[in-house]
């Protein structure tokens, strides 16, 4: 089993930027890739970026060049830095450990973009 722990989320004006964190601990060995994903208001949960143990990274196009995941292993810890928000990326932010037998999900932090 996996426990994530998320934070960093808030309200943030168009333009700025966030960094969120999320702590995973317990059968880690079994994750094959750390992720981020968000779920804004009447839309589908969306995939925006992952992290290998590796430090192998892949972003969704739609946010590319603006949100940046990356991982401290001696933490265990995975960072979504968002930097130049717009009002359409406030969602719920979840963390996620993808694993072959399913995702560990967390709790989900808020992200507000005031425009």
């Known amino acids: 089993q996996v426990q994530l722990v998320e934070s960093g989320g808030g309200l943030v004006q168009a333009g700025g930027s966030l960094t969120l964190s999320c702590a995973f601990s317990?059968?880690?060995?079994?994750?094959?890739?750390m992720a981020w994903h968000r779920q804004a208001p009447g839309k589908q949960r969306e995939l925006v970026a992952g992290v290998t143990s590796g430090g192998g990274t892949d972003v969704a196009d739609s946010v590319k060049g603006r949100f940046t995941i990356s991982r401290d292993n001696a933490k265990n810890t995975v960072y979504l830095q968002i930097n130049k928000l717009k009002p359409e990326d406030t969602a719920v932010y979840y963390c996620?450990?993808?694993?072959?037998?399913?995702?560990?999900w967390g709790q989900g932090t808020q992200v507000t973009v005031s425009s």
């Open positions: 317990g059968r880690i060995f079994d994750i094959n890739f």
């Open positions: 996620a450990a993808h694993m072959v037998a399913g995702i560990t």
